[in-house]
């Protein structure tokens, strides 16, 4: 299905947003946002987006 999506896209020249949490989707892409790193109103951030997920993961367990 992904082939199909991105195939027509590429061919009618059209714009597509995907979310997902799977890197070989996004891999397929022009361009990508990782909102984990997002700061609102254009602030920074004080904790890595890494260490944010980190913490999000083991809150989880």
């Known amino acids: 299905m992904a082939d199909e999506l991105f195939a027509t896209v590429r061919a009618k020249n059209l714009g597509l947003v ?3 949490h799977d890197p070989t989707i996004a891999k397929r ?3 990508t946002i990782d909102l984990g790193s997002y700061a ?3 602030g920074t951030e004080s ?13 989880m367990r």
Do not use: I, S
């Open 18 to 20: 995907v979310v997902t």
């Open 29 to 31: 892409a022009d361009r």
């Open 40 to 42: 609102p109103n254009g």
């Open 47 to 59: 904790t890595p987006p890494a260490e944010k997920r980190k913490r999000r993961l083991l809150r």
